[in-house]
Structures are given as C-alpha cells and as structure tokens.
C-alpha cells in the first residue's frame, strides 16, 4: 500500500476512542497534564514503523482535558497507538509520561497484540515495534432481532468457563479451539445441562505475557486472563481472525440467546496489566497515571496496592467513574452481555483517598444507570 498523508481537522472530544464518521476518523483520549499528544498511524498489524504520524497541539486539539483530532479519508482496518509528552514537573503529580512508548488507546474496541513485548513498555527505550495497538473497525452488526435472556438472578443456574480452555482438549472436536467460535459448537452441550447462563472468565483483551519472571521462563503464560488492558475489547487470542474479534463475540452471545442462554462477564475492574512502578506502560500509566489509579499521597510514585496485583484502579474519580460505566453500557447495549460478575468488587467501593466509600459513586451510578437495570450484577466481595 502507497503511503499517502491524510489530511486533518480538529475533531471533537464527545466519544473516546476512534470513531468512524462520514469525512474521515475522530480519535479521542483523555490527558490532563500532557504538553501534546502524537497519534501513530499503520497500515498492517506487523508494521514496525507509522506511516503518519500526527501531533497534537493544545490551542488546535484539547477541549477540557480530552485531545482530539479527525484524520480525514482514513479508511476502516487503520491500527493506531499514541504518545503523550508530559507538563514540566508533572511526575510530582503521580504523572509517568514517557515519550518513548507507544500507548493503547484505553477506548479501543479491537486490540492487535501480535508484535506485543512486555519487557519492552517495561524497560528504557522505545517500543513502538513491539507496542499493542487499536485498530479502526467499522460498526455495522446485524444482530438479527437478539433480545437479551430475561431470568431473575434467583432462577438463574450459572455455569462459569473459561473461553480458551473450554474447548482446548481434542475431545472437543471442534474446528478452532480456545475461541468464541469453538463455545458455539458446544452450545448442545450446554443445553444438556440444564443451565441458564454462562459466567466467562475474563474475556477483556488481557497481557498473557504478565506473569513471574520464573513462570515465563517455563514458557507459560497469563492463562486465567486477571490481567486486562483494553476494557472495551475482546481479547484476540478467543478469536479466529483478530481484527474480528468484536463480531466473533457478538456472534457467540447471539448464539446463545437463541439457545436460551444468557452471558455474563467476569469483570476486572479492580487493578489493571500495568502493575506497580516496575510495570510497564500500556495505556492509563501513561496518559493519566495521576488519577486512574490510587497513588501513595507522600509519594506519588509509589502505587497504593489493595489488590495484591500492584495498582488500583481509582474507580471513584469522577473521570473513571464514567469510564467504567460507559464501559458497561456498552457491554449491554453493543455487545448485548446480560449481566457482570465484578472481580474483587469491594476495590471498587474505595473513595479517592483509599478508604471505603458507603455511597461509592461507581456503585451508585451502576445502580441507577437505566442500561444497566436490566443487566445482573454480581459483587466477589474477597
């Protein structure tokens, strides 16, 4: 493919992530503290460099503290990362800019992780040829009149699985095992027992590459997925193809609403794949470390660990909040998943200072969020 410049415009901040509109590609991220933001451009998932790159300026692209812009023509199947330059003194803020590594858009809906090391967004230097990155996918589903398994939670009979490992022994006999596809197949099997939904295991695209260095050394991986990066995408490793890893999903809950079964996701909500201080930089660390997750007040580069995972998400900051419950709407309403099982749900009742919260805003906002009154939601309590 030839490259070719895009032309641009200032976009709008309305919707995180990469919009598809009639002119061209709105992308969208939130950062309060940086100086300017670079969005990278490729055309193929293992390209080591961007054909485009595009720098954001203050005056041009930042409305409140979202940066934007619309690439003008740019077609369906992009890839995309970016890279955010921090204020003068902005680490005594428990920023952690780095302009060396390339950054997940925390909004992406389809996740490439192919070229992906970990070591590399850990360590010094630039990773943007081992980077995970967001892809442009167009929106057009047909959900062919798919209604959602209305069963009372007290009637429900949940059957929990985990999606890569249902269908990985032969005995299966299934033609892509370990993936979305594969679980449709054994929808007779699930008929047979008599259950009323399925509780997945995290199938938000996670880091299989998080885990001791010991383990890795084996050559094992992050098998149970606690370990998520991109709330709002599927993880590629249960698709066929990875660039279709949304509709693959949407595929298999379709399927097994018409077998009368309902889905409900194991959420991690709670801590994220960047770790502590010695993790590496995927997305939040690195646009908006300071409030995405709880922080040491006398020194902000120490990570508050509640989880025992190394970080905290921050769920009751007034950004995050809408982040995470955006990010359940969606679930219901684009992914049409009929419920949530909240991993290490009291992490998520913690106010801004680490104490507990009774009127935690992220557990309010869930409860009276009109897209989410239908949907089950369980709390592990840990």
């Known amino acids: ?88 003194g ?77 269908t990985r022994h032969p005995s299966s006999a299934v033609a892509h095992p370990g993936t979305f596809e594969a679980l449709i197949e054994k929808i007779p099997y699930l008929q047979e027992l008599g259950i009323t939904h399925v509780e997945l295991m ?26 998520t990066h991109s709330f709002y995408a599927p993880h590629p490793g249960y698709a066929v193809d990875a660039a279709g890893a949304r509709d693959e999903l949407r595929d298999m809950v379709k399927a097994l609403h018409r077998a009368g079964i309902g889905v409900i996701l194991d959420v991690v909500f709670n801590h994220t794949a960047e770790g502590d201080e010695d993790g590496p930089t995927i997305n939040f660390k690195g646009l908006g470390n300071e409030i995405f997750y709880h922080l040491d007040p006398e020194e902000r580069s120490v990570y508050r660990d509640y989880t025992g995972c190394g970080n905290t998400v921050n769920a009751n900051h007034p ?8 990010c359940l709407q969606y679930w219901v309403r684009e992914m049409h998943v009929d419920g949530f099982r909240f991993d290490l749900a009291s992490a998520l009742a913690r106010g801004e200072d680490g104490e507990p919260q009774y009127h935690a805003p992220f557990l309010w906002t869930t409860e009276l969020s009109p897209i989410l009154g239908r949907a089950h939601i369980i709390a592990e309590a840990w």
Request: aromatic content about 14%; some cysteine.
């Open 1 to 88: 493919m030839a490259n070719r410049e895009y032309e641009l415009a200032p976009g709008n901040w309305d919707r995180g992530g990469a919009t598809i509109l009639p002119e061209g590609v709105n992308f969208c991220v939130f950062s309060r503290f940086a100086e300017g933001l670079e969005l990278l451009l490729f055309h193929g998932p293992g390209d080591r460099e961007p054909f485009q790159v595009v720098r954001l300026e203050k005056r041009v692209n930042r409305t409140f503290f979202f940066w934007h812009v619309l690439v003008k023509g740019l077609p369906s199947g992009t890839y995309y990362c970016w890279r955010a330059f921090g204020e003068e």
């Open 90 to 166: 902005a680490e005594q803020l428990g920023c952690r800019f780095d302009p060396t590594k390339a950054l997940l858009d925390p909004w992406a809906t389809t996740v490439d992780d192919r070229l992906w090391r970990r070591e590399a967004a850990s360590g010094p230097g630039d990773n943007v040829a081992a980077c995970l990155r967001g892809q442009v996918v167009a929106d057009d589903y047909d959900w062919e009149g798919d209604e959602p398994i209305r069963v009372p939670l007290q009637d429900a009979v949940i059957y929990e699985l985990h999606v890569g490992g249902f």
């Open 202 to 227: 995290p199938v938000m695209a996670f880091d299989a590459q998080d885990v001791p260095p010991a383990t890795a050394a084996l050559g094992l991986e992050n098998y149970w997925g606690y370990s």
């Open 319 to 326: 950004l995050v909040t809408r982040f995470l419950i955006d």
